[in-house]
């Protein structure tokens, strides 16, 4: 079975991690009228119309850019990301804003954006030195905090999480809704891997603690991986099989959570009664794997 075709993971540009470490990149790209940037206003990116917003470096200089992401390269063009300083202030640009989830954009901006927001929300919460307290300094294009104290590197950081779509003997998939979700929606489970951990382990353990059911580790199945950088996710999505049925909720996690076959998705779908993750997400792909299509909301 072939990996899962997801949104976030079709990125189109080169990361030419090579020329991070070229003194005064950044400055020397800002200079060149063949740059191309995209705003970052905390976790939304400005957009022209239904198109993520790319300017000339002078057409953005007038902004109050806290800092500079060196993205990438795609044929022969550099990109980069300006940071605004004041997520909360509307800054002087005609444009809109527009988060992950709304996204709809080619392979190539859709990488760049995702790019970006993981970086700058990395360099949101991390501004000092874990060791000793200092302020660090941004270095190589926005990749690297160094510590002028003790001569140390922070790099980026990636949180590894499991999602998977669970199904019992008779192909039901099992659906739940968060504490924080209104009603009707629903999604399938997940949960972050914890140190010493594999991922096979990971799916079963989550499964068990948020809703008592047994998976059979033997039918852990990949199906791919996407990164959701809100604030540092990396989100890797499986199937598996359960040999239990019965639901015992971790009522501070879940809600609801309730076992479906495709009829029963695709009535409640219809009706409106039952809401899915927005196609941007890992876990609507996972659901309509396993339905064996799309389905209209």
Known sequence: MSALDLPFARA???????????????????KERGTQVLVVRGN??????????????????????GLHLFL????????????????EAEPPLD???????????????QGLVVEAIALSQWHAVHSHCPRCGTRTEVAQGGWIQHCPKDDTNQFPRTDPAVIMAVTDVDDRLLLARGP??????RSVLAGFVEPGEGLEQAVVRETMEEVGVVVDPGTVEY??????????????????????????????????ADWFTRA?????????????????????????DWYGGRLEE
Not at 51 to 65: E, I, M, Q, S
Not at 95 to 109: F, K, M, N
Not at 180 to 185: A, D, N, S, T
């Open 44 to 65: 939304r990116v400005a957009m022209a119309g239904q198109r993520v917003a790319l300017f000339a470096p002078d057409d953005v200089a007038h902004l109050a850019v």
């Open 95 to 109: 444009v809109e804003w527009a988060g992950l989830r709304t996204l709809d954009e080619p392979d190539l901006e």
């Open 12 to 30: 189109a540009h080169y990361r030419a991690a090579h020329r991070r470490a070229e003194p005064g990149l950044v400055g020397d790209l800002l």
């Open 264 to 288: 029963e998705v695709a009535a409640a779908v219809a009706d409106g009664d039952l809401g899915l993750p927005g196609r941007a997400s890992i876990a609507r792909s996972l659901i309509e």
């Open 72 to 87: 990438g390269e795609a044929d022969g063009v550099a990109y980069l990301a300006a940071v605004l300083t004041d997520a």
């Open 180 to 185: 924080q979700w209104g009603p009707g929606r």
């Open 223 to 256: 199906r791919g991986s996407q990164s959701w950088p809100l604030p540092a996710s990396l989100m890797l999505g499986f199937r598996a099989r359960a040999t239990t049925t019965h639901l015992v909720r971790q009522e501070d996690e879940i809600a609801e």
